[in-house]
């Protein structure tokens, strides 16, 4: 059981560059969502899905968007990179709500850089 | 709104002694807490979570935590570490009224075992 696989693991970008971040899960999840974590800073929620076709913003959404087409996909789309974005990013994924006491379950992560 | 202090940034232990790490949250309302652990290059995962119940809960790799309603904390305990057990450790809470994107993680706290 592969649960959430994301890619790539590592990537350097230039500024102004755009790039995707993939996401898919295989437990048939109905929600999913992208992390950023910085240094001493903890996780910060970038955009949610509660389902195909739906999506919503989180606390640092300012950069970045997100589709859902299909349950099992959840792509992060970075437009005009910029060094603030330089971060590591998970991508998750809970069964119901993570805030109704759901367990998330997270991918290994993708360390992208801007230069 | 709800926050989570973890008060150690890092926290250096000698393998098999006792281990503390401690988490406070602020909520106005009940809530859920969760512990995850981070590996080194991995994803988090959940250790254990508390919804209900038995204040002592028991986790995986032989941790537990307490819940405190008084003192508005979630420390987890280890009573003997090993090498393995190095890794970073995260506090979460959600808020059950708030929505399914209500999880506040802390900061972290990066658990070092000395051989």
């Known amino acids: 059981n592969a649960g959430v696989t994301q890619t790539p693991k590592f990537r350097i970008l230039k500024i102004g560059q755009s790039m995707t971040l993939q996401c898919t899960q295989d437990?048939?999840?109905?929600?999913m969502y992208w992390y950023r974590q910085d240094p001493g800073m903890g996780l910060k929620l970038i955009y949610y899905s509660v389902g195909a076709g739906i999506t919503d913003k989180g606390e640092v959404p300012n950069g970045y968007n997100v589709s859902r087409s299909t349950t099992e996909d959840f792509p992060l789309r970075l437009e005009l990179a910029a060094p603030s974005q330089t971060s590591v990013y998970f991508c998750?994924?809970?069964?119901?709500?993570?805030?109704?006491?759901?367990?998330?379950?997270f991918g290994e992560g993708s360390w992208l850089t801007v230069v | 709104a709800q926050s989570v202090t973890q008060l150690d940034s890092q926290v250096p232990v000698f393998e098999e002694a006792p281990v503390e790490l401690r988490c406070n949250y602020s909520?106005?309302?009940?809530?859920?807490l969760f512990w995850y652990v981070q590996y080194p290059n991995q994803g988090l995962q959940l250790l254990l979570k508390?919804?209900?119940?038995?204040?002592l809960v028991k986790g995986i790799n032989g941790f537990e935590a307490e819940f405190n309603k008084s003192q508005t904390s979630f420390h987890l305990r280890k009573p003997s570490v090993h090498i393995s057990d190095t890794a970073e450790y995260f506090c979460a809470v959600s808020d059950p009224s708030g929505g399914y994107q209500k999880v506040t993680f802390g900061t972290g706290t990066k658990l070092q075992v000395i051989p």
């Open positions: 437990m048939n999840h109905n929600y």
């Open positions: 998750a994924s809970s069964y119901q709500g993570a805030g109704s006491g759901n367990t998330i379950y």
């Open positions: 909520s106005s309302v009940s809530v859920y």
């Open positions: 508390y919804l209900s119940g038995s204040t």
